[in-house]
């Protein structure tokens, strides 16, 4: 499908981590990034400080900037005090592996205790599971379809999501960045 809209070249590949007044991500996974023209614009209006920089710069009828690629917000945001009940937390929280198998294909949800026998759709009672799993359990109970659970599932709360997305890094991480993003990454001797 052809694309009306013009990219000027480039540009739109130039993503800026976004840190806490702390010097922490707002989030790692998704790893908080605004597009360059929210952190321009931010940076202009005083709301970041830019603590670091592309080489590539972009102009206005009157000014330069180089693009920020780590910007640092003013004010700081308090993080959330409980984790939204979402498939993809779900998913982050049992680490995006079946919580009856190891397999990491084909995820969908599983209620523990079926609806059907009173389950309820909570953190507790619903679990990350693949599709042949979610099939051979059907509506029955652990017991009866003969299954045992990886890991009881539990409500995490939003700072055990974040040390978890930890696990998970972007395929792109721009060497600015690594000073401020502290992945699961065996330290260099």
């Known amino acids: ?12 590949d130039h993503p800026a981590l976004v840190l806490n007044a702390d010097f922490r991500p707002l989030s790692y996974l998704p790893l908080s990034l605004w597009p360059w023209q929210e952190a321009v614009k931010a940076a202009v209006l005083d709301r970041v400080s830019v603590v670091a920089e592309y080489d590539t710069l972009v102009h206005s009828p009157s000014i330069a900037f180089r ?7 003013k004010e700081y945001v308090k993080p959330a005090r409980s984790s939204a009940f979402t498939r993809f ?11 009856y198998c190891p397999s990491r294909e084909h995820l969908t949800f599983d209620h523990v205790v079926p609806r059907s026998k009173g389950g309820r759709t909570t953190w507790e009672n619903v679990v990350a599971s ?3 799993c979610n099939l051979h359990k059907g509506s029955k109970t652990l017991k009866q379809a003969g299954m045992n ?3 009881k599932p539990v409500r995490p709360t939003p700072e055990q999501l974040q040390n978890i997305g930890r696990k998970f890094p972007p ?14 990454a065996e330290l260099e001797a």
């Open 89 to 99: 937390n779900l998913f982050l929280r049992d680490e995006f592996t079946c919580q």
């Open 130 to 132: 693949c599709g042949p």
């Open 1 to 12: 499908m052809p694309s009306f809209v013009r990219h000027p070249g480039g540009l739109r």
């Open 171 to 184: 395929n792109h991480l721009h060497e600015s960045w690594m000073d401020y993003l502290y992945w699961d």
């Open 149 to 151: 659970l990886r890991r």
């Open 67 to 73: 693009i920020p690629s780590v910007v640092v917000l």
